[in-house]
């Protein structure tokens, strides 16, 4: 069983600054692309970043410039440093690791989500 655990989240003033965390625990084999989503009230889903395990990183056109993603392997933790934070980047932001737990088996694995509120 693989579990992603989020912190970081919070109510921030536009302009200011939070970094997100997500840490994987359990039966990790191997970890391939590790990546941020996020959701606003009344919309779907969107993918805001995303880093191999080789530390290749892309990002949404809204967040380039102002987010920057990482990943530390030893600890099967991807962050998510948010600058220049905007009204509009509030939303739930989640986690999502492609895990492999053993040879063979690989499936995506997400967090439970962690708020990011900015306030104008």
């Known amino acids: 069983q693989v579990q992603l655990v989020e912190s970081g989240g919070g109510l921030v003033q536009a302009g200011g600054s939070l970094r997100l965390s997500c840490a994987a625990s359990g039966s990790t084999f191997s970890i391939g692309v590790m990546a941020w989503f996020r959701q606003a009230p009344g919309k779907q889903r969107e993918w805001v970043a995303s880093?191999?395990?080789?530390?290749?990183?892309m990002y949404a056109d809204s967040v380039k410039g102002r987010f920057i993603i990482s990943r530390d392997n030893a600890k099967n933790t991807v962050f998510l440093q948010m600058n220049s934070l905007k009204p509009e980047d509030t939303a739930v932001y989640y986690c999502k690791m492609v895990v492999t737990v053993r040879v063979g088996h690989r499936d995506d694995y997400w967090g439970q989500g962690t708020q990011v509120t900015v306030a104008s």
């Open positions: 880093i191999t395990s080789s530390g290749y990183t």
